[in-house]
């Protein structure tokens, strides 16, 4: 069964630190771009960064300077290192990855793990 796992999620103060973490497990023959979505109470999944399998980034707007993505291939893992937090950063954070079974690439979502900025 092909698992993402979320883990890293918290309550810190603005101007905090978090680090994210989300491993891919299973029968995984290759994984391709990953990246990280947000979604505050009552608005919509959010794209916060993405990676490509070589390592292209890009993010929103609103993160550019503050957040970093970044992957461990051999360890099928994503990490989202989150600087400077404000409370606008609150939300649940999802890992999402293209991933290759056998011959098929299909998506997936892990289950979100939430990221709570508050004094």
């Known amino acids: 069964q092909v698992q993402l796992v979320e883990s890293g999620g918290g309550l810190v103060q603005p101007g905090g630190s978090l680090r994210l973490s989300c491993a891919a497990s299973?029968?995984?023959?290759?994984?391709?771009?990953m990246r990280w979505y947000h979604q505050a109470p009552g608005r919509q999944r959010e794209l916060v960064a993405a990676?490509?399998?070589?390592?292209?980034?890009n993010y929103a707007d609103s993160v550019k300077g503050r957040f970093t993505i970044s992957r461990d291939n051999a360890k099928n893992t994503v990490y989202l290192q989150m600087n400077s937090l404000k409370p606008e950063d609150t939300a649940v954070y999802y890992c999402?990855?293209?991933?290759?079974?056998?011959?098929?690439?299909?998506?997936?979502w892990g289950q979100g793990t939430q990221v709570t900025v508050s004094s």
């Open positions: 999402n990855a293209d991933l290759q079974i056998g011959r098929a690439v299909s998506n997936y």
């Open positions: 299973g029968s995984i023959t290759s994984i391709y771009s």
């Open positions: 990676i490509s399998s070589s390592g292209i980034t």
